[in-house]
């Protein structure tokens, strides 16, 4: 079983920046495809980012593109996210998760088969 622990979350003002951390546990990690998916209160979860297994590939919601960066260290078993230019609307709580089978980017929550506890975001207006 891999357990996912992310951190980062915090209360930021509109316009600032966070970085948000996942640190797998396992020696698989780097054969794992990673995402990160966002619930606000009232909605569904919805996909933020996803990175291939090397890093060499990622993928954004069109909501976050040119905002946030999602990258990956192997040799620590984690994976980023680095959120800028933050809006009231970003204001979720975030998850990380892990493709176990698949090294390729992947959009779909169902296809993740592991998920963190989340970390809370807040952006003030």
């Known amino acids: 079983q891999v357990q996912l622990v992310e951190s980062g979350g915090g209360l930021v003002q509109a316009g600032g920046s966070l970085r948000l951390s996942c640190v797998a546990s396992?020696?698989?990690?780097?054969?794992?495809?990673m995402g990160w998916f966002r619930q606000a209160p009232g909605k569904e979860r919805e996909f933020v980012a996803s990175?291939?297994?090397?890093?060499?590939?990622?993928y954004y919601a069109d909501f976050v593109k040119g905002r946030f960066t999602i990258s990956r260290d192997n040799t620590k078993n984690t994976v980023y996210l680095q959120m800028s230019s933050l809006k009231p609307e970003d204001t979720a709580v975030y998850y990380c998760a892990a493709d176990r089978t698949s090294r390729n980017v992947q959009v779909l929550a169902v296809r993740y088969d592991y998920w963190g506890q989340g970390t809370q975001v807040t952006v003030s207006a």
């Open positions: 990175i291939d297994w090397s890093g060499a590939s990622t």
């Open positions: 396992g020696r698989a990690f780097s054969t794992y495809a």
